[in-house]
């Protein structure tokens, strides 16, 4: 898939929709990196390769459908960072900071 900043044309197309979001692989291991990155985040206990500007691109687009009313669901694996209950927290955190901007 291409980064989230070039789908976002075709997002305002549909507006107003449900957001739909799922980051299954980290851009350093390309698109077919999904066993690399299996190896280098095993056993999935931390964050390995963060990415702060995606947290905060992903938390201002969730904010903004949230505040029209429109659902958000975003589902993140282990090979976004290394470890997506760490990624989760990171970007409900961005999340709340955003707001708080």
């Known amino acids: 898939m291409p980064p989230l900043a070039e ?5 305002r197309k549909l507006w107003p929709t ?3 979001c799922r980051w299954n ?7 077919y990196g999904y066993a690399d990155a299996e190896k280098k985040y095993s056993p999935y206990d931390r964050i390995h390769d963060p990415e ?6 992903l938390a ?3 904010n903004t459908f949230a505040a029209h009313g429109q659902p958000v669901y975003i589902a993140i694996s282990n ?3 290394g470890c997506a209950p760490l990624t989760v927290r990171s ?9 708080e901007n």
Do not use: D, F, K, S
């Open 60 to 62: 201002q687009l969730a």
């Open 7 to 11: 789908q976002l044309p075709l997002l």
């Open 79 to 81: 090979h976004a960072e």
């Open 91 to 99: 970007l409900a955190r961005a999340m709340v900071a955003e707001t």
């Open 18 to 20: 449900p957001l739909v």
């Open 52 to 57: 702060p500007a995606l947290h905060a691109e």
């Open 25 to 31: 692989l980290h851009p350093v291991h390309g698109p």
